[in-house]
């Protein structure tokens, strides 16, 4: 059997772990961490459990792929529910819109709420999916760096329709022409967060994120999102995939510009091939740091990070649903704040994700499990705990003026993550949440292939190289890599 050897089980390495096993290869992963999952873990804190990174769920067709793959059932070992609404908003004057999964309803309630015509919703939407039809299976799900991908006859089609991908205006500009309410521009501007990135420089192509969340749903895995990460380990466990926890890999070993294994503490590893799940920029600084280094890639800037109190919160907030947003008062502040002043804004968006609203064992009986985060700069080196003090303040003055209570009494349990243990956690440059951001036109060119140009059977998955960040690019990064692999076989 031809051997292969996974740096990081991060979502992206367990899928890849799984997909390489079935096509007959020996795999071992090695986790720095004791757990596997990387950003994609879980917090249990005196009877609250929390998910620690990612909290909405998309596309969750690439997680039952896998199971598929290897002849199992995916709806018997994990199951997941479709959300009615995918977010429940709030604004400073008492404003509140739910967005209905089913479109027509969310049409109707922003032309009752806010008098924009339903019409203004539907014809959006239907721009995001024809982004998508034509992006997708281009950008999404084929190596960028393959002359085959420009040649294919789907590329071809999307050639002609340049004009209408939103290649050459802002996110924000899109949202201006085609909605009238600045409440609705806003809340179409905040997928721009969605992939770490700044609404008012990020191309309109971006306006494809929607596309996921309303025609294709926002899902709720049953046992909480941490269940992607364990119900993929323990399928990949069944195929036979060892895992190694508390081993950090030390360097890839190449030889005549091949890579030929790993160094961990226990000594060198040989293997056929060497897939890495690090994050690109830590990768090259520490596990490739005697190769050559792919400086122009390395030095693109990053998406934004996160600030996360996660409380335990001891009252029921009937009012609050699985995603609720407070909005700003002051978008393009805040996010001046967040890409260019490096900073944060005094009056930050506020997203609270409450799991216990759909499953009830995450929290103690009338309590909630509040994972309350706000986007927030990349880590450049800023006063992390100065900045910390004075955004919990901001945020709980939000929280009690929207939701007219007191909670800082009403927290029981607290833990806060930041750019800082984000990096520290995951390993993830300046504790970026997806990579790369998106603010400009080139960032989908300008993120590491799957596979490296000068170091044969190496190869690269994640959410810092090709496609993206986030779970479904993640997943499906793993997914282009081992076709190249199998290919180059
Ligand atoms: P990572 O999760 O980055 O894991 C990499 C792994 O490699 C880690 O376990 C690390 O310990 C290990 N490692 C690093 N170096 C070494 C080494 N030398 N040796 C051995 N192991 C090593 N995505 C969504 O889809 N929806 C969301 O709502 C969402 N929200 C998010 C909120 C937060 C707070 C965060 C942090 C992320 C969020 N994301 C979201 C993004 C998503 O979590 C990531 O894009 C995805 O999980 C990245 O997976 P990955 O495979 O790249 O690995």
Same mark, same amino acid.
């Given at each position: 059997?031809?051997?292969?050897?996974?740096?990081?089980?991060?979502?992206?390495?367990?899928?890849?772990?799984?997909?390489?096993?079935?096509?007959?290869?020996?795999?071992?992963?090695?986790?720095?961490?004791?757990?596997?999952?990387?950003?994609?873990?879980?917090?249990?804190?005196?009877?609250?459990?929390?998910?620690?990174?990612?909290?909405?769920?998309?596309?969750?067709?690439?997680?039952?792929?896998?199971?598929?793959? /290897?002849?199992?059932?995916?709806?018997?070992?994990?199951?997941?529910?479709?959300?009615?609404?995918?977010?429940?908003?709030?604004?400073?004057?008492?404003?509140?819109?739910?967005?209905?999964?089913?479109?027509?309803?969310? /049409?109707?309630?922003?032309?009752?709420?806010?008098?924009?015509?339903?019409?203004?919703?539907?014809?959006?939407?239907?721009?995001? /999916?024809?982004?998508?039809?034509?992006?997708?299976?281009?950008?999404?799900?084929?190596?960028?760096?393959?002359?085959?991908?420009?040649?294919?006859?789907?590329?071809?089609?999307?050639?002609?329709?340049?004009?209408?991908?939103?290649?050459?205006?802002?996110?924000?500009?899109?949202?201006?022409?085609?909605?009238?309410?600045?409440?609705?521009?806003?809340?179409?501007?905040?997928?721009?967060?969605?992939?770490?990135?700044?609404?008012?420089?990020?191309?309109?192509?971006?306006?494809?994120?929607?596309?996921?969340?309303?025609?294709?749903? /926002?899902?709720?895995?049953?046992?909480?999102?941490?269940?992607?990460?364990?119900?993929?380990?323990?399928?990949?466990?069944?195929?036979?995939?060892?895992?190694?926890?508390?081993?950090?890999?030390?360097?890839?070993?190449?030889?005549?510009?091949?890579?030929?294994?790993? =160094?961990?503490?226990?000594?060198?590893?040989?293997?056929?091939?060497?897939?890495?799940?690090?994050?690109? @920029?830590?990768?090259?600084?520490?596990?490739?740091?005697?190769?050559?280094?792919?400086?122009? $890639?390395?030095?693109?800037?990053?998406?934004?990070?996160?600030?996360?109190?996660?409380?335990?919160?001891?009252?029921?907030?009937?009012?609050? &649903?699985?995603?609720?947003?407070?909005?700003?008062?002051?978008?393009?502040?805040?996010?001046?704040?967040?890409?260019?002043?490096?900073?944060?804004?005094?009056?930050?968006?506020?997203?609270?994700?409450?799991?216990? @609203?759909?499953?009830?064992?995450?929290?103690?009986?009338?309590?909630?499990?509040?994972?309350?985060?706000?986007?927030?700069?990349?880590?450049?080196?800023?006063?992390?705990?100065?900045?910390?003090?004075?955004?919990?303040?901001?945020?709980?003055?939000?929280?009690?003026?929207?939701?007219?209570?007191?909670? &800082?009494?009403?927290?029981?349990?607290?833990?806060?993550?930041?750019?800082?243990?984000?990096?520290?956690?995951?390993?993830?440059?300046?504790?970026? $949440?997806?990579?790369?951001?998106?603010?400009?036109?080139?960032?989908?060119?300008?993120?590491?292939?799957?596979?490296?140009? &000068?170091?044969?059977? =190496?190869?690269?998955?994640?959410?810092?190289?090709?496609?993206?960040?986030?779970?479904?690019?993640?997943?499906?990064?793993?997914?282009?890599?081992?076709?190249?692999?199998?290919?180059?076989?």
């Amino acid at each position: 059997k031809e051997k292969a050897l996974i740096i990081g089980s991060g979502i992206a390495g367990i899928a890849a772990s799984i997909r390489l096993a079935v096509k007959g290869y020996q795999v071992e992963v090695f986790e720095a961490n004791a757990y596997p999952g990387g950003k994609l873990s879980e917090l249990v804190i005196q009877g609250y459990r929390f998910d620690a990174g990612p909290s909405l769920f998309t596309l969750p067709d690439q997680v039952e792929e896998l199971f598929k793959l /290897a002849g199992q059932n995916p709806d018997e070992h994990f199951k997941y529910l479709k959300l009615d609404v995918a977010c429940h908003y709030f604004w400073e004057d008492g404003k509140q819109l739910k967005a209905w999964s089913d479109v027509n309803r969310f /049409a109707e309630e922003v032309e009752t709420k806010l008098g924009e015509p339903a019409s203004h919703i539907r014809e959006a939407l239907k721009r995001s /999916a024809f982004i998508y039809d034509h992006l997708a299976p281009l950008f999404m799900h084929r190596s960028l760096h393959k002359f085959g991908t420009w040649t294919n006859p789907q590329a071809l089609k999307s050639y002609l329709k340049m004009g209408k991908l939103g290649i050459f205006s802002t996110m924000n500009k899109a949202n201006e022409q085609q909605f009238q309410h600045p409440k609705l521009i806003q809340l179409f501007n905040r997928y721009a967060t969605y992939n770490g990135s700044n609404p008012y420089q990020t191309p309109a192509t971006l306006n494809i994120i929607p596309h996921l969340e309303f025609n294709i749903g /926002a899902f709720f895995p049953k046992k909480g999102m941490h269940d992607i990460t364990m119900s993929l380990y323990k399928l990949a466990k069944s195929l036979g995939v060892t895992y190694h926890f508390i081993s950090p890999v030390e360097e890839i070993l190449v030889e005549n510009g091949k890579a030929v294994g790993v =160094l961990t503490k226990e000594g060198e590893l040989r293997a056929d091939i060497v897939v890495n799940n690090m994050d690109m @920029v830590n990768a090259y600084k520490t596990i490739l740091r005697k190769q050559k280094q792919p400086k122009l $890639l390395l030095e693109q800037p990053k998406s934004s990070s996160a600030l996360i109190f996660y409380w335990g919160v001891k009252q029921h907030f009937p009012a609050l &649903d699985l995603h609720n947003i407070l909005f700003s008062g002051d978008y393009k502040a805040e996010f001046d704040h967040i890409f260019n002043k490096g900073s944060i804004y005094s009056d930050p968006t506020v997203y609270i994700n409450i799991t216990s @609203v759909y499953k009830e064992d995450d929290a103690p009986a009338g309590c909630m499990n509040w994972f309350t985060m706000i986007n927030v700069p990349n880590n450049q080196g800023q006063d992390w705990d100065k900045m910390i003090a004075e955004a919990r303040k901001n945020i709980l003055a939000k929280i009690n003026r929207i939701l007219k209570t007191d909670l &800082d009494p009403l927290i029981e349990v607290e833990e806060i993550l930041d750019p800082r243990t984000i990096e520290s956690k995951t390993s993830s440059a300046q504790g970026a $949440l997806y990579g790369n951001s998106s603010n400009n036109k080139f960032a989908a060119f300008l993120r590491h292939a799957n596979f490296s140009s &000068d170091i044969k059977n =190496l190869y690269f998955c994640g959410g810092s190289v090709h496609p993206g960040g986030g779970i479904p690019l993640s997943l499906l990064s793993a997914k282009i890599m081992t076709e190249l692999v199998v290919s180059d076989l």
